[in-house]
């Protein structure tokens, strides 16, 4: 092999190098060869696997493709466990390699200043996530998850949460170094589809100047999308699909002092046999060296969970990643989880259970008591004294207990005491003592508090958010909606933002806002950048908080603070940022509680400490064809996450497009009450705006709702564990169920989360009724013995009721799918010559602008246009081809057409695809609250040829549908001009044109 | 009336011959848990009893839910079906009526398919009372393997 190599640097320099680069691209068909024998990993690459694999070569620069100076070439092979990879970095400078070994941290992200080689592994069809493992000179490596960060950008956010379990060798030699790698397949989270893709970047310092070249014609070290696909006939998928779940940990102190943290976890066996598992539970640190670990065998047969309880023993207080691995007999790993976990041993225990949230009383708790169950962990005394001492150190409130009776509740009435400060002191002997701060506070009108399950009160009374992301106070807002969740941070003072949150009230919603508000008018921030984000909260910061928060909090409509979008994907937002942030905030404002909006598990597993309530989004991403690019589950796993961490969640469930169909009502009802199932707390749907475009959208979110708001107490309670089991077909084995329970009530709610037609049998416990009633069904299912069974089309939720009237008391579902199907015809009115309907792929209205436009489409143009966010940032287009789309009465504002402020004399011309006898244009326009339509006069011309003719102007129109009628002409293009506008009213005046 | 009679007199025989007994253990031990595609699956056992018994007989049955999927597919061997699908069984290996002195037991793995097994062993044991007369005890125990390359 040396001499080979030495003989392909002679190539280099005789010149022949760019000759030798063609034709190795030329022939680059990386196969992957199969290992029958797996390669020892020492470097040198010398096994017998190696020997049959051919180098793969023809590396170029990142963006310019130019070819390096240094050449890279690699090998790659597998087997049914591992992949292996071999990879030779040509060096002429090797005394001059970059090893910044000692400043460097495992998530450094400057790890790539070392020369290093970079192995890019992808395996997800959607290309949602990957995995890379650097890999500098000496052997160091550094391991990375990169997830999409969910704005269909394909912009990839780099998680350092990922252990990968490869075993990796490098090699220096005098003018080469290599790297030999063995990753686990294990390890990177397989699912059931495989699609794979690999690559190999390289970060070369070594030389003059610095050379990042890739295998893949790449822009960018993330890339994925161009990566060489390569097939792996012999990894069966099904061998790794395990899940764990219900990851839960109990510290104490065992009877040789030592602190125990003691790990359950249920392993889920969903590959399609008998496994034998052996399961290892292990503490790592923030460096992934291994504290303590301990594992167990388990079996178990296909479909079937095992809950695996393991100590680990001999442990200090602190924080760990709580590494859950399962491997196989012969030490295959078939799956990792890295939780980070704190362990906080406290010799005195003191479980609060009321005040149930943030440790305050609110003056609105119907419950005043406080409640605590008290316990010893590895001490022992004669006495525990437990009271309640006020501010001064006074005891209010004494019981002694007897050490030996301990566990005890203990409970002191809260009711009279004044408001204020006070602690609940428990001192066991001499030696031990610890006490915990209870605040009673004072009434705030539109105070917000949390009970035990996370059920949200205002002002005392049980509140289910259900609200809009991108919602204008002047957005037709209907009875199901109650609340907004506002982005805007452009006050220009506290009046004014207090006066956008009356706006919202007026209209019954309640909001949810930024708490970084600098109030200087701009629509980006200065001292709560997100590069300020990186660190500790700063003095300034913390500065205004303090002085803006307690004046911000007094406005009774605020909801809750939004704390945080999608800080994963912000460039180094600091989760420590959020927990001393969430701590001041709850100082400074008792009142709402902290969201933390997260676009995923990893996002809220980094995130979670720093808020109140999590709140991710889980886009499913439809597909015309049924198929989705997250699992229809995924809202359950998301929901399951969240619980696993200990906080209330609510859900931003998907109301625009995402894949390429928007949901139909069927879809964003499976996920509202799949959500709840998993006790779900509230809703604020992603976005209102976007939702206009789609007749499902604009008539489900508000179907739904008005459901919600009759079994509002019922979803509200958390779903009884073990309630109800479920037999399903295969192929439905993600079907969803849970069982609520509510002064007398059930409610048991189920969702088909296969595209299957299937009947699913369920067997229900506890007192529930012989007969139960379907939600908007007008119809009853008979238990017999706690047993029924039920059909499901596709995606099809069920909701089961006690109560049938409650169950009548909404519109039912097959009127519900019907108003959506004729909203969509209707939006193509047969003779109109510019009607497009509805189309989900608006997008490609861009295109339509720029000449791309199919034949039977209309061309429309005009003098200006006003635009918005959404048309000039978002969609980057005109708000012209949205006045073909059908949508009259509904439009969204960045769907309806306005002149530009300079433009005085504005006009709009539609070329139509043939000419046509036309008779008829009908303009639609807004009008307001006031009763003042935004347009009042227009007229319409026609091109003959040489100019336009005017065929007829109106003027003074009073409603929302402006008619002008002339006689029949033959015409190709017309012209739409001499528009008046209404004085005070928006300048947003047209949302639709029709030619007849 | 007699139904039940012959219920329970059934109930009763099978007691005696395969009951939990306190005087009565089984260990087995697979001597390699995961064993090549082909290989002879080999296991030990150790085990208590009353004086006078001694092990008599062996086999090894599984039930379907405990082994790949496509065993029975692939090996050809037929499956007792019982209403209850996860009671269904196959009859890996019906009474060998030899037990080796060093007591290993072996049985081919031929065209078993890769994959997780866990299986039951039985030993038979018998005893002669002071009449000469024969007692018989079944007793039984799991064994988990794999095959795998």
Redesign the interface.
Same mark, same amino acid.
């Given at each position: 092999m040396r001499r080979s190599m030495l003989k392909y640097m002679e190539k280099m320099k005789s010149g022949l190098f760019l000759l030798s680069a063609l034709l190795s691209l030329t022939a680059v068909s990386a196969e992957m060869n199969f290992a029958e024998k797996a390669p020892v990993i020492n470097g040198s690459g010398d096994d017998p696997v190696w020997k049959k694999c051919s180098w793969n070569s023809g590396f170029s620069i990142y963006k310019t493709h130019a070819v390096p100076k240094a050449e890279t070439r690699f090998k790659l092979a597998y087997d049914r466990d591992n992949l292996y990879f071999l990879v030779e970095a040509i060096e002429p400078f090797m005394n001059k390699l970059s090893v910044k070994d000692k400043l460097l941290q495992r998530n450094s992200e400057s790890f790539w200043m070392n020369d290093t080689v970079e192995i890019l592994m992808v395996h997800d069809p959607a290309l949602k996530f990957y995995h890379k493992v650097i890999v500098d000179s000496t052997g160091k490596f550094q391991e990375v998850y990169f997830g999409d960060d969910n704005t269909g950008r394909s912009v990839y956010t780099p998680f350092f949460q990922w252990k990968s379990y490869a075993v990796i060798k490098t090699k220096r030699y005098a003018d080469r170094w290599t790297v030999e790698c063995a990753v686990p397949i294990g390890s990177l989270d397989p699912g059931k589809n495989l699609k794979w893709r690999f690559n190999i970047n390289r970060n070369r310092h070594a030389g003059k100047g610095m050379e990042i070249s890739s295998w893949a014609k790449v822009k960018g070290s993330s890339h994925p999308a161009v990566y060489r696909e390569f097939s792996l006939p012999k990894v069966n998928a099904a061998y790794f699909q395990f899940a764990s779940d219900n990851i839960s940990g109990k510290t104490s102190l065992n009877k040789a002092k030592q602190i125990v943290h003691e790990v359950s976890a249920d392993l889920i066996n969903l590959t399609? !046999?008998?496994?034998?598992v052996q399961v290892k539970y292990e503490l790592l640190d923030q460096m992934f060296r291994s504290h303590v670990s301990n594992e167990k065998?388990t079996?178990l047969? !296909?479909g079937k969970f095992s809950r695996v309880k393991i100590p680990l023993t001999n442990i200090k207080n602190g924080k760990y990643f709580l590494s859950i691995s399962y491997w196989?007999?012969?030490g295959t790993l078939l799956k990792q989880t890295l939780i980070p976990t704190v362990i906080h041993y406290q010799p005195i225990v003191i479980n609060l259970f009321r005040p149930a949230y943030r440790n305050n009383i609110y003056a609105t708790m119907p419950d005043k008591t406080i409640e605590a169950e008290i316990a010893l962990d590895g001490i022992q005394t004669e006495m525990v004294n437990v009271s309640l001492k006020d501010q001064n150190g006074k005891a209010l409130f004494s019981r002694k207990y007897s050490g030996k009776a301990l566990p005890a509740k203990v409970s002191f009435p809260g009711k009279d005491l004044a408001d204020g400060m006070y602690f609940l002191e428990v001192a066991a002997g001499k030696e031990h003592k610890r006490s915990i701060e209870i605040r009673k506070l004072p009434y705030q009108p539109g105070e917000v508090w949390l009970d035990a399950q996370g059920v949200t009160h205002v002002d005392g009374k049980r509140y289910l958010p259900y609200g809009w992301f991108i919602f204008q106070a002047s957005d037709p807002k209907t009875e199901a909606f109650n609340s907004q969740l506002n982005y805007g941070i452009g006050a220009r003072n506290l009046e004014s933002f207090h006066r956008n949150l009356t706006n919202y009230a007026n209209v019954g919603m309640k909001s949810i806002v930024f708490p970084y508000q600098e109030f200087n008018g701009k629509h980006e921030w200065t001292i709560f950048a997100h590069s300020t984000r990186v660190g500790s909260l700063r003095p300034e910061q913390k500065a205004h908080l303090e002085k803006y928060i307690p004046e911000m909090k007094k406005h009774p409509s605020i909801l809750a603070w939004y704390f945080a979008d999608e800080p994963e994907s912000r460039g180094g937002n600091n989760p420590q940022w959020f927990v001393q942030t969430h701590e001041l905030m709850q100082k400074l404002d008792p009142y709402h509680p902290n969201l933390m909006l997260n676009w995923g598990i990893s996002g809220m597993q980094q995130f979670y400490e720093g808020c109140d309530i999590l709140i991710p989004d889980c886009y499913i991403g439809y597909r015309a064809d049924g198929t989705t690019e997250k699992p229809r589950w995924a809202i359950s796993d998301w929901m399951k996450a969240a619980a696993n961490l200990g906080k209330p969640a609510w859900i931003v469930p998907q109301v625009f497009l995402w894949g390429n169909a928007a949901p139909t009502f069927d879809d964003y009802r499976a996920e509202v009450y799949q959500a709840l199932i998993h006790n779900c707390k509230g809703f604020q749907l992603y976005n209102f705006a976007e939702s206009r475009l789609h007749s499902s959208l604009t008539i489900a979110p508000d179907a739904v709702g008005m459901e919600l708001k009759q079994i509002k107490d019922l979803v509200l309670e958390n779903t009884i564990p073990g309630a109800v089991t479920v037999e399903t077909p295969e192929g439905a084995e993600h079907f969803q169920a849970g069982l609520k329970y509510w002064k007398g009530d059930y409610v048991l709610i189920t969702v088909n989360t296969s595209m299957k037609n299937i009947k699913a049998d369920f067997t229900v416990k506890g007192n529930v009724p012989g007969t139960l009633y379907v939600l908007g069904e007008k119809r009853s299912v008979k238990l017999k013995n706690g047993k029924f069974s039920d059909h499901f089309g596709p995606a099809e939720t069920h909701v089961y009721l006690t109560s049938r009237k409650t169950s009548d008391s909404v519109e039912d579902l097959f009127s519900v799918r019907k108003r959506v199907a004729e909203m969509k015809a209707n939006r193509k009115k047969p003779d109109n010559k510019v009607a497009l309907g509805e189309i989900d792929h608006f997008r490609i209205y861009r295109d339509w602008e720029h000449g791309k436009r199919p034949a039977h489409v209309a061309e429309i143009k005009g003098s200006s246009d006003l635009g918005s966010w959404f048309t000039i940032h978002m969609y980057k287009m005109s708000t012209f081809y949205f006045l073909f789309d059908g949508v009259t009465d509904h439009s969204s504002d960045f769907m309806i057409w306005g002149p530009a402020w300079n433009d005085r004399k504005p006009w709009i011309e539609i070329t139509l695809p043939k000419e046509e006898t036309i008779s008829k244009v009908v303009l639609y326009t807004l009008v307001s609250k006031n009763g003042k339509a935004r347009l009042t006069d227009a007229g319409v011309s026609y091109h003959n040829g040489k100019e336009f003719v005017k065929l007829k102007t109106v003027s003074g129109r009073k409603g929302n549908r402006i008619e002008i009628t002339f006689p029949a002409v033959k015409a190709k293009k017309i012209r739409l001009d001499g528009f008046k506008l209404t004085p005070g009213e928006p300048r947003k005046i047209l949302t639709e044109i029709e030619v007849y | 009336m007699k139904k039940i009679i012959v219920c329970f007199a059934l109930i009763f025989a099978g007691c005696c011959l395969f009951g939990k007994d306190a005087g009565f253990t089984l260990k087995p031990e697979v001597l390699t @848990?995961?064993v090549q595609p082909g290989s002879p699956l080999k296991m030990t056992f150790k085990w208590t009893c009353p004086e006078g018994y001694v092990p008599k007989a062996w086999r090894l049955v599984a039930y379907v #839910?405990?082994? #790949?999927?496509d065993f029975a597919k692939v090996t050809g061997n037929k499956i007792t079906p019982h209403k209850m699908k996860?009671w269904s069984s196959v009859f890996i290996k019906n009474w060998i009526w030899k037990i080796p002195a060093d007591k290993v037991l072996e049985i081919s793995t031929a065209k078993w398919p890769e994959?997780?097994? @866990?299986m039951a062993l039985y030993i038979l044991l018998e005893a002669r009372d002071a009449q000469n007369k024969v007692k018989n005890k079944m007793i039984a125990e799991n064994i988990?393997?794999?095959i @795998?390359k």
């Open positions: 399609g !046999n008998f496994r034998i065998q079996h047969q !296909n196989s007999p012969a | @848990k995961v #839910p405990n082994i #790949p999927s996860e994959g997780d097994y @866990k988990l393997f794999t @795998k």
